[in-house]
């Protein structure tokens, strides 16, 4: 499992969920690991902590993916404190619902701001420090391509917009061996949107498989696509929502 030995990696928003189980898969595989996280800086510390006992660097980085400056600052950092970067993760994102007509001017900055500007600011900044072979995987959600249920539209929204911005960005980085791919979770058990939330039932009445996915199954295809086995794939996304959008 040493498939990214020597490779250097920034996740944002990692202090928890998903994104601490790709800061893991990545160092599992021999990766030295950056996150970036908002206010956790206790759970950001246990994740390099866990990254460390792999026996990777690891760095934990404070920087609010809302913030334009923040973001560019820590992409910077991450690439001096592990010596450049090959890969970067754009998993910082939050949720907002409820109807559009009840949406306020506050929610929808902050989705926007999270969920599309801080990828495309990060992607930039990481441009400068990419080599050939280099690596961006943004996570989406499956709600990008099906909105199966009302009160989910403007952060549906935001996701979509990222499929774009990867057909797009995968087009200007490919000639210099960079790949750009989106990783589309569906009802994935977090803090976020637990296994027993509220609509948690709702949610597995819409999967094929009948059940909450896990952080380690989007980790592991983000680790898949970071790795030697993804040097073909680019410009595409992959969605691991146990069917629910079959």
């Known amino acids: 499992m040493s498939e990214l030995t020597g490779k250097r990696a920034l996740v ?18 021999g990766a030295d690991v950056a996150i970036t996280y908002e206010r956790s800086a206790d759970r950001a510390a246990e994740v390099v902590r866990a990254i460390e006992a792999k026996g990777r660097r690891g760095f934990a980085i404070q920087a609010d993916s809302a913030d334009a ?26 949720a907002r619902g ?20 801080s990828v495309v600011l990060a992607s930039q900044a990481a441009i400068a420090h990419l ?11 499956n709600l990008a391509d099906r909105v199966a249920f009302g009160g989910i539209t403007i952060y549906s929204m935001t996701k979509s917009a990222l499929l774009s911005f990867t057909r797009g ?23 976020m949107n637990p296994a027993n939330g509220e609509t ?10 009948g059940h909450f996915g896990k952080p380690e199954d989007i980790a592991a295809a983000v680790a898949f696509l970071a790795g030697p086995g993804g040097r073909q794939i680019t410009g595409t996304g992959i969605t691991v929502d146990g069917g629910a959008n079959a």
């Open 200 to 209: 948690a039932d709702g949610q597995r009445a819409l999967s094929a498989l």
């Open 69 to 94: 400056a923040a973001v560019k600052r820590s992409v910077d950092e991450a690439a001096k404190s592990l010596g450049g970067l090959d890969i970067l993760v754009n998993n910082a994102g939050i």
């Open 131 to 141: 080599p050939k072979g280099g690596r961006i995987v943004s996570i989406g959600s």
């Open 169 to 191: 960005l995968a087009r200007e980085l490919g000639p210099s061996g960079i790949t750009v791919n989106l990783v589309q979770p569906g009802s994935t058990d977090t803090d």
């Open 12 to 29: 944002t928003g990692a202090s928890r969920g998903i994104g601490a189980a790709i800061a893991l898969a990545l160092a599992e595989k």
């Open 98 to 117: 409820g109807p559009v007509a009840e949406a306020s001017l506050a929610d929808i900055d902050a989705l926007l701001a999270v969920n599309i500007r």
